[in-house]
């Protein structure tokens, strides 16, 4: 038996960044915030033991215990989907600050191109894709977005330049770029060289000491070169953990509830009125009444409570209805290694956003009119601080082990340098996400099932971009050049990016999006779902800007309609099914 | 390579040379086996084997004993097979002077052996290669399955023991299991090979707190700093820096 807690005006479903800045934002206002995280607290005082690649890296340290959540996986619609049994292709935050603590920090506004995709790609190329890309309008422009881009910039002190070919900017970034190196400047010399405009990366790596508006510091980075994967034991890479999660406890507003994992959503007269969640530790039941729930745990556990609290109508891959798991995407990666004889680079030095890059090649910045995909994107050097387990690269030829696999891996390991592109990711109406019939997790509840592979726009892109790469890299002087390849199928096993998006997107009309431009449920008023789930696609950046500013537009939408007293923000372009 | 860079690689190589007491034993075949099992180490040599001592301080090291296998047939097996992953060569020590061998019984007494983040409730089925690992069996089931396994094909294939056949006849057998050409119960035999070469690099690469790296030797192969708090002065730097590595431990001490 559930023991009921008092009613409180909000309460999240995880504490990353999207609870995070949900939780200051309306602790701030004077709401009372709960967040339930199913994880641990950490700050930066947690991460004074970062420094080890074998424990944070190669076993997971800071990630989601698979043993006890997964998902279940298969390419189509026709095989068996099985346990990811192990984090692989994409690893999944838990606890306080989730993915926040171990990301890169690169941190990227969405083209005008992307929050209507459709509209423009038919105006200018007509339906290019066919019927089976369910390629849809984001419901908001990029102008309306502008603020909270810059917004969530300002909380995360991001350190930029001017981007000749990115989204128009009202203001200069907080802080400046951070340092370039010789990694980067040769990138930099070379696609100047080809007619391109690069610039340094945009960053949540700081490249000085910054207080935030809200009175948080954010300290130097020092280039230590473990932050990919990592926690910052300085607090210099932005994070919820030291910007908005303090932010929300000063208020006295905010209760910050651990070990709490939320199982089901509770829905009554069509409204969300709170949550059921279970004490880890003690394993104890108990609900948690509230005036408007948010969920923000992430793009996959977002779906799956919706689907499993039986809100929202699931997506039906065989008739295109149902809007609960569809349009999820990934990131498609074209790229180019180079091999140097002659030049060894300190690659193991570096931050997670340490980055230069060129955004000729990202959306609609190039003609496709004589090209059989649309979209494209942003293509990169990072130098993030390489690794010497995991990158043991060699050129291709060389065996996997024995003594010429160490001959090569050993001389190649400061010889190779990267150019890789965050190839943008087109919905096809066969990629969604939906409850497993066979599977559960430790709670007994059904796992997520992710249907997914590549398509024949992902292929056409990946192609044409790596050959970008590629051109950069001979410019750059490689001796050897190896171009990125696409495996047959969408693999689960090796490391690609945790770059997941959809399953409850966002857009105007409640026929085809399960949330409107505030994230609020077109089907659950009461009910906003925060995340990268609201993509109707992915772009051709790292999504967590994107995902940061639509967090401030839902909280803006969750005080106004905590204001009013209820009620849809916005008016679907056609009737809901519920009315 | 700069004729400076080349000295400085000279001095190291000698130094590491001596540091290992590489020119202790043979590293050919059987003879391996002396400088796995510290009993036999001859110590009348200038250096003890770096697997003899502790990282730090003059005693033995202690931490050059088993807590996961329990026969020394089955642990040589697996300390030859890592040499042969990862040999000794003129760039520096192979997996078993790196301490690879009990970095892995280490690990495969623990959470990792125990799959202790892997989820594990079935139906099992084989799945296509997309799917991932899907094996009912624990990794240190798999370790012990595959050792029992490559000692049996040796006995077939060569009519004698692994760990007494020529380095070819070894590299014969394993990529037998790298390319699925043997059958493991529970699990495919490339899972396997994947994981023995997979913790092969990490007991090569890991930190020295976990029992490999040792002297972080594997690290200088690389020229990796390891744990170096800063490199706010050198980022800039248009030449390679090369630098002392650090470990965890000057964390703490």
């Given at each position: 038996m559930a023991t009921t807690k008092d009613k409180v005006d909000v309460v999240t479903i995880g504490v990353g960044w999207t609870g995070g800045i949900i939780a200051a934002e309306l602790s701030k206002a004077g709401y009372n915030v709960v967040g339930l995280e199913r994880g641990e607290d950490r700050s930066t005082e947690d991460f004074q033991m970062m420094h080890d690649e074998y424990r944070y890296d190669l076993r997971h340290g800071l990630m989601q215990d698979t043993s006890k959540e997964t998902i279940t996986f298969r390419n189509n619609l026709d095989e068996l989907a099985?346990?990811?049994?192990?984090?692989?292709?994409?690893?999944?935050?838990?606890?306080?600050?989730?993915a926040g603590v171990h990301w890169n920090g690169q941190t990227w506004r969405f083209l005008p191109y992307d929050l209507e995709i459709k509209s423009m790609t038919e105006e200018k190329y007509g339906n290019k894709l066919g019927d089976e890309y369910t390629l849809q309008d984001w419901g908001i422009t990029y102008d309306e977005l502008e603020p909270y881009f810059y917004q969530f910039e300002q909380v995360a002190g991001i350190s930029g330049e001017d981007n000749p070919k990115g989204a128009p900017r009202n203001n200069d970034y907080p802080t400046p770029p951070m340092k370039s190196t010789p990694i980067l400047d040769l990138f930099k010399e070379a696609t100047k060289n080809m007619g391109l405009h690069p610039f340094q990366m945009p960053s949540g790596n700081l490249s000085e000491n910054y207080e935030n508006p809200d009175g948080e510091t954010i300290a130097q980075c020092q280039y230590c070169g473990f932050c990919e994967r990592f926690g910052c034991e300085y607090g210099a890479k932005s994070s919820p953990n030291v910007t908005v999660i303090p932010t929300a406890k000063k208020t006295g507003n905010f209760e910050l509830r651990t070990h709490s994992n939320v199982v089901e959503i509770i829905q009554e007269g069509g409204k969300a009125t709170g949550v059921r969640y279970v004490d880890v530790l003690s394993g104890e039941e108990f609900i948690q009444p509230a005036d408007v729930v948010v969920l923000t745990s992430y793009v996959l556990n977002n779906t799956r409570l919706l689907l499993q609290s039986n809100i929202g109508q699931p997506y039906n891959p065989e008739t295109g209805e149902g809007v609960i798991g569809k349009n999820y995407c990934y990131q498609i990666l074209p790229g180019a290694a180079g091999f140097f004889e002659e030049k060894k680079f300190n690659t193991f030095m570096g931050a997670g956003s340490l980055g230069a890059t060129v955004d000729d090649y990202n959306g609609d910045n190039f003609?496709?009119?004589?090209?059989?995909?649309?979209?494209?994107?942003?293509?990169?050097i990072t130098q993030t601080g390489r690794r010497p387990i995991a990158s043991n690269v060699t050129p291709s030829g060389t065996p996997s082990w024995g003594a010429e696999f160490k001959k090569n891996a050993i001389k190649y390991h400061n010889r190779t340098l990267n150019v890789t592109s965050q190839g943008a990711s087109m919905p096809h109406r066969n990629n969604y996400m939906d409850l497993d019939p066979t599977y559960k997790d430790y709670y007994g509840n059904p796992l997520l099932r992710l249907t997914y592979d590549f398509t024949e726009q992902d292929r056409k892109l990946h192609e044409y971009i790596t050959q970008v790469c590629a051109e950069i890299m001979g410019e750059m002087g490689a001796d050897i050049i190896e171009e990125a390849e696409m495996s047959e199928h969408y693999d689960i096993v090796p490391y690609q990016t945790t770059h997941n998006t959809g399953g409850v997107i966002m857009g105007a009309d409640s026929q085809t999006s399960a949330v409107n431009n505030y994230l609020q449920m077109w089907d659950s008023e009461s009910l906003f779902v925060v995340g990268a789930s609201a993509f109707a696609h992915n772009g051709g950046y790292n999504p967590t800007g994107t995902v940061g500013a639509l967090a401030y537009r839902a909280a803006e939408g969750i005080q106004k309609y905590l204001e009013n007293g209820g009620g849809q923000l916005v008016k679907s372009k056609s009737k809901s099914r519920l009315t | 390579m700069s004729e400076e860079e080349k000295h400085k690689t000279d001095e190291s190589r000698r130094q590491f040379l001596?540091?290992?007491?590489?020119?202790?034993?043979?590293?050919?075949g059987g003879g391996i086996i002396g400088s796995v099992i510290g009993w036999q180490i001859d110590d009348t040599n200038e250096t003890k084997n770096q697997n003899e001592q502790a990282n730090q301080g003059n005693g033995p090291n202690?931490?050059?004993?088993?807590?996961?296998?329990?026969?020394?047939?089955?642990?040589?097996?697996?300390?030859?097979?890592t040499e042969r992953i990862f040999p000794e060569d003129d760039h520096g020590p192979g997996a078993i002077d790196l301490g690879v061998p009990y970095f892995i019984d280490h690990e495969l007494a623990g959470d990792y052996g125990n799959n202790e983040r892997i989820y594990m409730s079935g139906p099992f089925h084989e799945g296509t290669p997309y799917q991932g690992f899907q094996s009912r069996l624990r990794r240190k089931e798999i370790f012990m399955e595959g050792l029992r396994v490559i000692e049996s094909e040796s006995q077939k294939e060569f009519d004698d023991s692994f760990v007494n056949l020529e380095g070819e006849q070894q590299d014969e057998i394993l990529a037998k299991f790298a390319n699925d050409e043997v059958n493991l119960r529970g699990v495919q035999a490339s899972t396997f090979f994947g994981l023995l070469r997979e913790a092969t690099l990490a007991g090569a690469f890991s930190d020295p707190l976990y029992g490999g790296n040792t002297n972080m030797e594997g690290w200088r192969m690389k020229e990796f700093p390891g744990s170096q708090m800063s490199y706010m002065n050198e980022i800039e730097n248009e030449d390679f820096v090369e630098m002392e590595p650090r470990a965890l431990y000057d964390h703490l001490h």
């Open positions: 099985l346990p990811m049994r192990q984090q692989g292709s994409f690893l999944l935050g838990s606890g306080v600050g989730g003609d496709h009119s004589d090209l059989d995909f649309i979209h494209g994107g942003s293509i990169s | 001596k540091n290992s007491g590489y020119f202790a034993g043979g590293l050919v202690f931490n050059r004993a088993l807590k996961f296998f329990k026969n020394r047939g089955v642990f040589e097996r697996l300390a030859v097979a």
